[in-house]
C-alpha cells in the first residue's frame, strides 16, 4: 500500500490505488462470522467491525455513526470531498436472508473454502460488495485520497426484510443533497461455464413489487342449501380473468438497451423477438413470442399472478369468505392504484373486492445519465478487459426504491461477477468464486473516483 501511495503521489496520472486481495478477502471472511439474520440482533456488531476497519484506515470515527434501528442498525460514514459537485452515495446491506445450519453442508455463518470458492451465507448477498466497497474505501483513505465530492456510505440492516433502515437512509441522503446513488446490491455480471465474462448488468429501474387481495364474501349457510352465487365460484371466476389477462406492453430506454443487447447476444426465434420489439414494440408477432418467454414477459410490461388462494371454512358449509393473493410486478411509472383498478376492470364483479393491503412503493426508472454510464463503462473494463455495460430493469425490489421514490436516481454496480450455476443468493451453500475479489476491487476503486474526481 505504501508504495503505491508514493507512486501515486509521484504520478497523478496513475490508476487509483486498489485495496490487496488479502485485506478484502479478511473483511469478507469476518463478516460472513456476523449472523446478522432477522431477530438475532446482530447487525450492530458487525456494524461496529466496519466501523473500525475504517477507524483503522484514517477515518475520523465522529464521521461514522451507527445508528439503533430498532435490533439492527444504520450505518453512514460522511466523507467530505473538495465540493467540485453535490454529495453521492454508496449503499449495501449487512443482513442476510436467514439460513438452517441443519441444511447447509457446511456451518452458514462460517466463510470456508472449498475447490476456488468461498461459501457462506452473505458471502454474495451482500457482504461480498459490502467488504469490496469498505476495502476500497480504507485503502483510498489510507493512500492520501480527497473525493471531489462528499461521499456517503449507507449500509443497511433489513433490506431482507422490512426495509426500515434504507427507507430513513434515503432520507438521510436526501437531507444531504445526494445527488444519486451507487447500490452495491444490484447489477453485476455474468461468466459463462468456463469463466469467462458474457456481460456485465446495470440496473437502473426496478419493477414495483405489490401484492393485491381480492375477497368475496357471502352469508353462507348449510351446503345441503345450495345458494348462488357461491363465493368460491365467484372468486374463481375471477382468477381465471385474472390469469388470462395480459398487461398492454411498455418499453423505456433501459429496456430498450437491454433488450437489444441481450437479443444480439441470444440470437434464435427469441433474440430476434427481442430485437424487433426493441425497435418497434408494436409488433404483435414478437410481442406473442416474449409473452410465452418466462424470463422476457416481466421486461415488457406489468405482470400479475394469482399466487395464494383462501375460502371456506367447513366442509359441509357454504363459504362465507374466499380470499385470494394477486402478486404484480409492476413496470417503472405505473401507479399501484392504476394496476388496482385496471385489475377491477378485468374482474368486471362488482362483489369482488379488491384491495392493496399497505402501501407499496412505487418508482420511476432512473436516467441513464452519460457521467455514470461512462465511470460505470471505464470500472467494468478496468476489471474485466472487453466488458461493456448493459443497462438492465431488475423484477425485484431493493433498497433503491426508497432512494428513487424520493427523487434520487440509482443504480445497481455490483462488482461481483459469477456463473448462473453458482448463484445461490437467498438458497443453500451460498458461494462465490474466489478469483472474484481482485477485478471487484478493481471495480470499485475506478468506479468511485472516476465519481468523485
Ligand atoms: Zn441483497
Known amino acids: 500500500m505504501l508504495a503505491l501511495a508514493a507512486l501515486l503521489a509521484a504520478e497523478p496520472a496513475?490508476?487509483?490505488?486498489?485495496?490487496?486481495?488479502?485485506?478484502?478477502?479478511?473483511?469478507?471472511?469476518?463478516?460472513?462470522?456476523?449472523?446478522?439474520?432477522k431477530g438475532?440482533?446482530?447487525?450492530?456488531?458487525?456494524?461496529?467491525?466496519?466501523?473500525?476497519?475504517?477507524?483503522?484506515?484514517?477515518?475520523?470515527p465522529g464521521s461514522i455513526s451507527i445508528e439503533p434501528v430498532g435490533?439492527?442498525?444504520?450505518?453512514?460514514?460522511?466523507?467530505?470531498?473538495?465540493?467540485?459537485?453535490?454529495?453521492?452515495?454508496?449503499?449495501?446491506?449487512?443482513?442476510?436472508?436467514?439460513?438452517?445450519?441443519?441444511?447447509?453442508?457446511?456451518?452458514?455463518?462460517?466463510?470456508?473454502?472449498?475447490?476456488g470458492y468461498l461459501f457462506g451465507r452473505g458471502v454474495g448477498d451482500n457482504k461480498f460488495d459490502v467488504s469490496m466497497v469498505v476495502a476500497t474505501l480504507a485503502a483510498l483513505k489510507k493512500s492520501g485520497f480527497t473525493p471531489g465530492r462528499d461521499i456517503h456510505l449507507f449500509l443497511s440492516g433489513d433490506e431482507e426484510t422490512e426495509g426500515v433502515t434504507a427507507d430513513l437512509q434515503a432520507k438521510q441522503a436526501k437531507a444531504a443533497g445526494v445527488e444519486f446513488m451507487?447500490?452495491?446490491?444490484?447489477?453485476?455480471?455474468?461468466?459463462?461455464?468456463?469463466?469467462?465474462?458474457?456481460?456485465?448488468?446495470?440496473?437502473?429501474?426496478?419493477?414495483?413489487?405489490?401484492?393485491?387481495?381480492?375477497?368475496?364474501?357471502?352469508?353462507?349457510?348449510?351446503?345441503?342449501?345450495?345458494?348462488?352465487?357461491?363465493?368460491?365460484?365467484?372468486?374463481?371466476a375471477a382468477t381465471a380473468k385474472i390469469d388470462?389477462?395480459?398487461?398492454?406492453?411498455?418499453?423505456?430506454?433501459?429496456?430498450?438497451?437491454s433488450l437489444i443487447a441481450e437479443g444480439t447476444k441470444k440470437g434464435g426465434d427469441l433474440g430476434k423477438a427481442m430485437v424487433a420489439f426493441a425497435r418497434n414494440p408494436d409488433d404483435a408477432a414478437a410481442v406473442a413470442v416474449l409473452r410465452a418467454d418466462p424470463g422476457s414477459i416481466g421486461q415488457i410490461a406489468t405482470t400479475c399472478v394469482p399466487t395464494m388462494v383462501n375460502g371456506g371454512h367447513a366442509p359441509n358449509a357454504l363459504p362465507q369468505k374466499a380470499t385470494l393473493t394477486v402478486n404484480c410486478r409492476i413496470f417503472p411509472g405505473v401507479t399501484v392504484e392504476s394496476v388496482r383498478k385496471t385489475l377491477e376492470g378485468v374482474?368486471?364483479?362488482?362483489?369482488?373486492?379488491?384491495?392493496?393491503?399497505?402501501?407499496w412503493v412505487s418508482t420511476p426508472a432512473s436516467p441513464l445519465r452519460s457521467d455514470i454510464v461512462a465511470a460505470v463503462t471505464k470500472a467494468v473494463t478496468a476489471a474485466r478487459k472487453g466488458v461493456v455495460p448493459t443497462p438492465a430493469m431488475d423484477a425485484g425490489a431493493s433498497d433503491s426504491v426508497y432512494y428513487r421514490a424520493l427523487g434520487i436516481p440509482s443504480y445497481g454496480v455490483s462488482g461481483l461477477f459469477m456463473k448462473s450455476d453458482d448463484v445461490f443468493m437467498h438458497g443453500l451453500n451460498e458461494r462465490i468464486p474466489l478469483a472474484a475479489i481482485g477485478p471487484a476491487l478493481t471495480h470499485w476503486s475506478t468506479l468511485i473516483t472516476e465519481l468523485a474526481k
Not at 14 to 37: H, Y
Not at 72 to 84: M, S
Not at 245 to 250: A, D, E, H, M, S
Open 347 to 359: 374482474v368486471a364483479d362488482p362483489a369482488v373486492k379488491i384491495e392493496t393491503g399497505q402501501e
Open 71 to 115: 435490533e439492527t442498525a444504520n450505518l453512514h460514514l460522511v466523507w467530505k470531498g473538495k465540493g467540485n459537485d453535490a454529495p453521492m452515495a454508496i449503499t449495501g446491506h449487512m443482513d442476510v436472508v436467514e439460513a438452517d445450519p441443519k441444511d447447509w453442508v457446511r456451518d452458514p455463518f462460517k466463510a470456508v473454502e472449498d475447490g
Open 14 to 37: 496513475l490508476a487509483a490505488p486498489v485495496a490487496t486481495v488479502a485485506d478484502a478477502r479478511e473483511l469478507l471472511e469476518k463478516g460472513v462470522g456476523f449472523d446478522t439474520v
Open 182 to 236: 451507487l447500490n452495491s446490491d444490484g447489477g453485476g455480471g455474468e461468466l459463462d461455464a468456463n469463466g469467462k465474462p458474457l456481460g456485465y448488468s446495470l440496473s437502473a429501474a426496478e419493477k414495483t413489487y405489490a401484492d393485491y387481495r381480492l375477497t368475496v364474501t357471502n352469508p353462507g349457510g348449510h351446503s345441503s342449501r345450495p345458494t348462488s352465487p357461491n363465493a368460491i365460484a365467484q372468486l374463481a
Open 40 to 60: 438475532r440482533g446482530k447487525v450492530p456488531a458487525y456494524a461496529e467491525y466496519l466501523k473500525s476497519v475504517l477507524v483503522a484506515a484514517g477515518f475520523a
Open 244 to 257: 388470462a389477462y395480459r398487461f398492454p406492453v411498455q418499453i423505456n430506454e433501459i429496456t430498450r438497451a
